[in-house]
T-cell receptor, first 113, second 113 residues
Framework: DAGVIQSPRHEVTEMGQEVTLRCKPISGHDYLFWYRQTMMRGLELLIYFNNNVPIDDSGMPEDRFSAKMPNASFSTLKIQPSEPRDSAVYFC???????????FGPGTRLTVT | QQQVKQSPQSLIVQKGGISIINCAYENTAFDYFPWYQQFPGKGPALLIAIRPDVSEKKEGRFTISFNKSAKQFSLHIMDSQPGDSATYFCAASISGGAQKLVFGQGTRLTINP
């Protein structure tokens, strides 16, 4: 398997623009997690899905953030409108049955100017 | 109570030395404690994990020590090598509950040659 695939790897956008991050989990995995990583706040869980259903979105910082998982092989994280404080590395991870064994993607480095 | 506190934030060790990273938790419902390793530009990857019914788990040069009464666990890297230089995250989860990980803040480990 190719592992968790994320796109784009780098995104630079201006404040106020819409940003969409994409994730393809490992085939057969039933959990999908979105994280944000910054120097100040470390690794934060934003939202996670089980069998395509959002289970816990308590980590989503504001209504500007939304996530969807229309099928087992694709998920998106959208920020609209984006702000400079959203600049971070966003990771997608997937797992099979057990949350403790998560496989992370390479991340998307987002820069909002 | 959901927090996992990790120390130190950064650590410099000479090649061949022992690297020690410590974590503490409050929630006694946690029953799985993984460690993740992250190299620059990559996503975290599961390194080793332990359940609280054992006091130690060893895999190669990596050992987790667990103290259930103190609610603490630590990662020991024996014979540390420059290739071990990375950021290490401890984490905790509840296997029967919400399928998510609570991560520590991370430790940036540098092994000097």
């Amino acid at each position: 398997d190719a592992g968790v695939i994320q796109s784009p790897r780098h995104e630079v956008t201006e404040m106020g623009q819409e940003v969409t991050l994409r994730c393809k989990p490992i085939s057969g995995h039933d959990y999908l997690f979105w994280y944000r990583q910054t120097m100040m706040r470390g690794l934060e869980l934003l939202i996670y899905f089980n069998n395509n259903v959002p289970i816990d979105d308590s980590g989503m910082p504001e209504d500007r953030f939304s996530a969807k998982m229309p099928n087992a092989s694709f998920s998106t994280l959208k920020i609209q409108p984006s702000e400079p404080r959203d600049s971070a590395v966003y990771f997608c991870a997937s797992s099979f049955e057990r949350a403790y064994e998560q496989y992370f993607g390479p991340g998307t480095r987002l820069t909002v100017t | 109570q959901q927090q996992v506190k990790q120390s130190p934030q950064s650590l410099i060790v000479q090649k061949g030395g022992i690297s020690i990273i410590n974590c503490a938790y409050e929630n006694t419902a946690f029953d799985y404690f993984p460690w993740y390793q992250q190299f620059p530009g990559k996503g975290p990857a599961l390194l080793i994990a332990i359940r609280p019914d054992v006091s130690e788990k060893k895999e190669g040069r990596f050992t987790i020590s667990f103290n259930k009464s103190a609610k603490q666990f630590s990662l020991h890297i024996m014979d540390s090598q420059p290739g071990d230089s990375a950021t290490y995250f401890c984490a905790a989860s509840i296997s029967g509950g919400a399928q998510k990980l609570v991560f520590g803040q991370g430790t940036r480990l540098t092994i000097n040659p």
